[in-house]
């Protein structure tokens, strides 16, 4: 059974960090390509970065703030979130598809975790 499972969310303070984790089970992470989206209230779901066995990417509104690693060994993808603003405000979920290069577009995306509340506030 696939599953993706997130963790670290939580309250921090704005130009704290925060790693969130992305722990994959059912299958060998290592052979798919793993994004990370967000989602804050009344907005749409957008990518944020994202990890292939090729390559990676962030969206401009996190680079240079943000780092995604995997650890093939744990079967789990992390994302490092450095300087966070309030506008990081949001719900992160990180997903899996078969593409075998980075994408931002939801509908590319077949599982999904249930999410992780991110809140940058004072």
């Known amino acids: 059974q696939v599953q993706l499972v997130e963790s670290g969310g939580g309250l921090v303070q704005p130009g704290g960090s925060l790693r969130l984790s992305c722990a994959a089970s059912g299958f060998t992470l290592d052979s798919y390509t793993i994004g990370w989206f967000r989602q804050a209230p009344g907005k749409e779901r957008e990518g944020v970065s994202c990890?292939?066995?090729?390559?990676?990417g962030y969206a401009d509104s996190v680079k240079g703030r943000f780092t995604i690693s995997r650890n093939n060994a744990k079967n789990t993808v992390y994302l490092q979130m450095n300087s966070l603003k309030p506008e990081d405000t949001a719900v992160y979920y990180c997903?899996?598809?078969?593409?075998?290069?980075?994408?931002?577009?939801?509908?590319?995306?077949?599982?999904w975790g249930q999410g992780t509340q991110v809140t940058v506030s004072s």
């Open positions: 997903a899996r598809t078969r593409l075998t290069r980075c994408s931002y577009y939801s509908g590319n995306y077949d599982y």
């Open positions: 990890i292939s066995s090729s390559d990676g």
